[in-house]
T-cell receptor, first 113, second 110 residues
């Protein structure tokens, strides 16, 4: 079955540590996205990529970095510069077709310990 | 960027009652998408509205896009416990990335 896989499901980070969240899709979608969700709030865009080897900052990119070396993969690194990283991180992908929404992964819950 | 306001933030209804969530913008929306996120889950795409005044139905769910394309609504008739979750609207904007509303968290009491 086609879909998006995010790993790990839960991740604990120590102060000052960088961590990388994995996102892999086998839907052959060109575009991929990272969103952050805080409790009781909507989704805020961190980074997005519409084509391999190209990506753009979203609304809250500070303290995060991404790469898009392969169409299937769009990993997100949460760096030590991100002062409040505890959140639910959602990866999504989409195809440039009318009426088709985003497909989301099941998310990674990151906690600073 | 584009700001999409969604109300109410929370809604508790008795099973069988109707429910409506509203999405508003001060500027013209491009296309509106609606998503449902079950507790502990991830958003799942429900529908997209494109045209001014458009109305679409999915069983007990009715989606509307305002005539001026500045608002949208999702109405659920006769709610069931399976409708529990957070409903998000999202504007697709001009650069193919979605701007999400803050969501309406629906609780259905049996």
């Amino acid at each position: 079955d086609g879909g998006i896989t995010q790993s790990p499901k839960y991740l604990f980070r120590k102060e000052g540590q960088n961590v990388t969240l994995s996102c892999e899709q086998n839907l052959n979608h060109d575009a991929m996205y990272w969103y952050r969700q805080d409790p009781g709030q909507g989704l805020r865009l961190i980074y997005y990529s519409q084509i391999v080897n190209d990506f753009q900052k979203g609304d809250i990119a500070e303290g995060y970095s991404v790469s898009r070396e392969k169409k299937e993969s769009f990993p997100l690194t949460v760096t030590s510069a991100q002062k409040n990283p505890t959140a639910f991180y959602l990866c999504a992908s989409s195809i440039a077709a009318q009426g088709i929404g985003y497909t989301f992964g099941s998310g990674t819950r990151l906690t600073v310990v | 960027g584009q700001q999409v306001m969604q109300i109410p933030q929370y809604q508790h209804v008795q099973e069988g009652e109707d429910f409506t969530t509203y999405c508003n913008s001060s500027t013209t929306l491009s296309n509106i998408q609606w998503y449902k996120q079950r507790p502990g889950g991830h958003p799942v795409f429900l529908i997209q509205l494109v045209k001014s005044g458009e109305v679409k139905k999915q069983k007990r769910l009715t989606f509307q896009f305002g005539e001026a394309k500045k608002n949208s609504s999702l109405h659920i008739t006769a709610t069931q416990t399976t409708d529990v979750g957070t409903y998000f609207c999202a504007d697709s904007g001009s650069a193919r990335q979605l701007t999400f509303g803050s969501g309406t968290q629906l609780t259905v009491l049996p």
